[in-house]
């Protein structure tokens, strides 16, 4: 079983900056034979991709809107995804949602290529 739990939501103000953080687990789960997703939601809307990170060559890819401002890095020693976000907007206001997928050269963007999923944390960004 694989568990994913995300921390470092919180309330911000527009400019402002949050570090989130996936802590991966599970009985038989190795952590770095997984490509890596951060994916958010936002009220009425559906789930939408922000940025991934491949399980070797640690290749990275992003939304548009997430370029130049969201980095997203992990560390295979302790099992831990993380999504660095600067000079946030309003329109990251959203659910955050740490996902794991199968180790590939290809970062997937869709979340029905993402089988392992967090709870999700909650980001606001005030005007």
């Known amino acids: 079983q694989v568990q994913l739990v995300e921390s470092g939501g919180g309330l911000v103000q527009t400019g402002g900056s949050l570090r989130l953080s996936c802590s991966g687990s599970?009985?038989?789960?190795?952590?770095?034979?997984?490509?890596l997703g951060w994916f958010r939601q936002a009220p009425g809307k559906g789930r939408e991709f922000v940025g991934a990170?491949?399980?070797?060559?640690?290749?990275?890819s992003y939304q548009d809107s997430a370029k130049g401002r969201f980095t997203v890095s992990r560390n295979d020693a302790t099992n831990t995804l993380y999504l660095q976000m600067n000079n946030l907007k309003p329109e990251d206001t959203a659910v955050y949602y740490c996902?794991?997928?199968?180790?590939?050269?290809?970062?997937?963007?869709?979340?029905?290529?993402?089988?392992?999923w967090g709870q999700g944390t909650q980001v606001t960004v005030s005007s």
């Open positions: 996902a794991a997928g199968p180790g590939s050269v290809w970062l997937e963007v869709t979340p029905e290529n993402y089988p392992y």
């Open positions: 599970g009985r038989s789960f190795a952590f770095s034979d997984y490509n």
């Open positions: 990170i491949t399980w070797i060559g640690k290749s990275t």
